[in-house]
């Protein structure tokens, strides 16, 4: 359905190897969460990293089902979740989308960009850390016809950043073409 992306490195998947060297590893989760009454919400989760900038955890699950990124957010959110899994949501950081406010003269809802990006798309967002709320580490947005604008500042690397805007430019159903094109295949 397209409301949920994992980031990986060139790693094989843990079925692919008996090597523990050669598997892949994790960058990061993405999830999008389609509301039919206004922009949709972006949530991410990446590894932490050190203040230098390397990753200070290693995300390489051996088992497809446990010990990834996405077994341990969805064991954080439950409440009936294994304590195992618990304290290495301390691993993770959460990055969330600034929601946009709605401006009546423009007739939508609006970011201010500062200058970066110049047309308006659904496509826009700015991704902040869920601790501090007010520092943008991800904006991406249109400036042309066919072309964006990516701003990225630490802990993201390029790649992650890369990978989020790789995911935001991909149709899904928890957008708003995807809802619209569901509301009218039921309808019939």
Avoid at 30 to 58: C, E, H, L, Y
Avoid at 171 to 176: E, G, P, S, V
């Amino acid at each position: 359905m397209g409301s949920q992306y994992i980031f990986t490195d060139h790693g094989m998947a843990p079925a692919a190897s008996a090597l523990p060297s050669m598997l892949r590893k994790e960058l990061g989760l993405t999830r999008f969460k389609f509301d039919s009454g206004g922009p949709s919400q972006i949530d991410a989760w990446i590894p932490m990293v050190n203040s230098s900038g390397s990753s200070a955890v290693v995300w390489q699950p051996t088992d497809p089902m446990e010990g990834t990124i996405e077994a341990t957010v969805k064991a954080s959110s439950s409440s009936s979740s294994s304590s195992s899994l618990q304290p290495r949501m301390d691993r993770l950081m959460k990055l969330c989308n600034k929601m946009p406010k709605w401006d009546a003269s423009h007739g939508g809802h609006v970011l201010n960009f500062h200058g970066r990006v110049t047309e308006s798309s659904v496509k826009n967002f700015q991704l902040c850390s869920s601790e501090t709320g007010d520092d943008i580490i991800l904006q991406f947005g249109r400036v042309g016809k066919h072309r964006f604008s990516m701003d990225v500042s630490y802990p993201l690397s390029p790649f992650q950043a890369f990978s989020l805007c790789v995911a935001c430019m991909d149709r899904k159903l928890a957008d708003r073409q995807g809802y619209d094109m569901f509301r009218r295949l039921t309808k019939k």
